[in-house]
């Protein structure tokens, strides 16, 4: 997914806020279920949610840069996922992260949906 970089994601210095990086990839992760028609959740009492994650700051990005964020399964589970989500200009790596997400009802894990599993089986 492609993201462009704006006045709002930028320091006093012009470059991107450091958890900016992390709402890319939200906003990448919610585009794979908005592209085929579907939403993150079942109800409002499901969902996933964010167990861990680890982040590795690796070069900035700028005002007007045009960022691609890149995400692949590492471990797809019945009620969890981790991911890899990096985000690049060009060639070069700005990003990393390793994200584990949980699939919630009412509060407690439960497997996840069919079609979320499928949705993510794509990506393996």
């Given at each position: ?114 079609q979320f ?8």
């Open positions: 997914m492609q993201i462009r970089v704006y006045y709002e994601d930028t320091d006093a210095g012009g470059i991107v806020y450091h958890t900016n990086y992390i709402k890319y990839c939200e906003r990448a992760r919610s585009e794979a279920f908005f592209e085929q028609g579907m939403m993150p959740n079942e109800d409002d009492k499901s969902g996933f949610i964010v167990k861990s994650l680890k982040c590795d700051f690796l070069s900035t990005a700028k005002l007007g840069d045009l960022l691609e964020v890149k995400t692949s399964i590492l471990k797809l589970k019945g009620s969890s996922i981790l991911l890899l989500q990096e985000v690049y200009k060009d060639e070069t790596r700005l990003f990393s992260m390793e994200i584990q997400l949980v699939y919630v009802k009412a509060s407690k894990p439960v497997r996840m949906p069919p599993r499928e949705l993510f089986e794509q990506f393996l």
